[in-house]
């Protein structure tokens, strides 16, 4: 058996039973990857509560409606589904606001009402799907990090990690880089190499979360180029 077979997104592809330990995991798929999906909401115009209970209401049709039966592996990544998943909720959303107009049974307050103060959420030059896949990056990285702070923790280093996990994913300051080595009593050559063996294992951590949603080797370098691109600086 693979590595690929026994991923959360193979899991969830075959969630279309009612398997307890399936469903279970397509649930803790859902909630890790909830900010990418509430980005592209706040990305289209809605924030604050309609944001959020938007999101909240996605995921429970998405569970209740058996939506990941309709994954193929073969038209694209996980990723790529949630999100075209989400932009179908949004219309139908939207259709169901304007049903209420005619005399329909309310699901939400008004979706295609204008949100004052909302449209400046993502960035002027950032598309609703841009910031979708940024959140969607800053989830596998948030991920990563976690898993290395329980490791540092385990191995006793939970102080050392603490102090350098901002020049982890971006380049150090030299007075920063300083102050660390000094506090710690570190040399600095020995700080280097501590940062260096940190940064390789966050790089593991990030290629074990991406294939946790891939579904080869291919598509997981493929992740891994489109992650990259999505953090700009961060992690290259």
């Known amino acids: 058996m693979s590595?690929?077979?026994t991923t959360r997104w193979?899991?969830?592809?075959?969630?279309?039973?009612?398997?307890?330990?399936n469903r279970a995991a397509l649930e803790a798929l859902c909630r890790a990857y909830r900010p990418p999906v509430l980005a592209y909401i706040r990305g289209r115009g809605f924030g604050g509560d309609a944001a959020e209970d938007l999101t909240q209401t996605f995921f429970a049709r998405f569970l209740e409606r058996a939506s990941h039966a309709d994954a193929d592996p073969a038209r694209g990544r996980f990723r790529a589904f949630l999100l075209t998943?989400?932009?179908?909720?949004?219309?139908?959303?939207?259709?169901?606001?304007?049903?209420?107009?005619?005399?329909?049974r309310v699901h939400f307050e008004s979706l295609d009402q204008e949100h004052?103060?909302?449209?400046?959420?993502?960035?002027?030059?950032?598309?609703?799907?841009?910031?979708?896949?940024?959140a969607w990056a800053f989830v596998v990285l948030d991920n990563a990090m976690r898993r290395l702070r329980a490791e540092a923790e385990h191995a006793g280093?939970?102080?050392?990690?603490?102090?350098?996990?901002?020049?982890?994913?971006?380049?150090?300051?030299?007075?920063?880089?300083?102050?660390?080595?000094?506090?710690l009593n570190l040399r600095?050559?020995?700080?280097?190499v501590a940062v260096h063996r940190l940064r390789h294992r966050l790089r593991e951590m990030v290629r074990e979360e991406l294939a946790e949603t891939a579904t080869g080797r291919d598509e997981l370098e493929s992740e891994l180029r489109e992650l990259r691109a999505a953090l700009g600086t961060v992690m290259q």
């Open 3 to 5: 590595r690929f077979d």
């Open 10 to 21: 193979s899991m969830v592809l075959r969630a279309r039973g009612d398997a307890a330990e």
């Open 85 to 104: 998943a989400v932009k179908r909720f949004l219309i139908n959303a939207g259709e169901e606001a304007h049903a209420v107009k005619r005399g329909g």
């Open 116 to 134: 004052e103060g909302q449209r400046d959420i993502a960035s002027a030059d950032e598309t609703p799907e841009q910031a979708f896949e940024r």
């Open 157 to 183: 280093k939970r102080e050392l990690f603490d102090h350098l996990r901002d020049f982890l994913t971006e380049p150090p300051d030299e007075a920063d880089y300083a102050h660390a080595a000094e506090t």
């Open 188 to 192: 600095r050559n020995t700080l280097a």
